[in-house]
């Protein structure tokens, strides 16, 4: 099955988030908390002008019955991407199927594991 490509709209969109993500570590580097990432993150989406809401309940049915606080995604941008923003020493699998579990149990198609906690290159 092959994925239908992205909209310009959507591309666009992204690369916003994108360099939100690249903007907020750039200025503050690794090692503080997940929530301090997401609000400045959030900030940069504002400057943006993209329209974000934090901590999404995302539900979950089981049995016949809908379990709405089973899980909480960080960012949702535009009604369109999701944005898991992490402040973790090793890239966890773990958040990847975190991830990919939103992506299936929203159907939204486009998300972002963000991790914050790895440091630039002397380059950039």
């Known amino acids: 099955m092959s994925q239908k490509e992205l909209s310009k709209t959507q591309e666009e969109i992204a690369t916003k988030v994108v360099d939100s993500a690249y903007c907020v570590h750039k200025a503050l580097g690794p090692g503080l908390l997940e929530n301090v990432y997401e609000i400045c993150f959030c900030h940069e989406l504002e400057k943006r002008e993209l329209s974000y809401k934090r901590q999404i309940k995302v539900p979950v049915e089981y049995d016949g019955i809908k379990f709405n606080n089973a899980f909480r995604l960080d960012v949702l941008v535009e009604d369109l ?36 906690m790895y440091r630039l290159s002397k380059t950039e």
């Not at 966890?92 to 579990?101: H, I, M």
């Open 81 to 116: 991407i999701i944005c898991e923003l992490k402040a973790e020493q090793n890239n966890n699998s773990v958040s990847q199927a975190q991830l990919l579990t939103y992506l299936r149990l929203t159907g939204k198609r486009l998300g972002f594991l963000i991790n914050l």
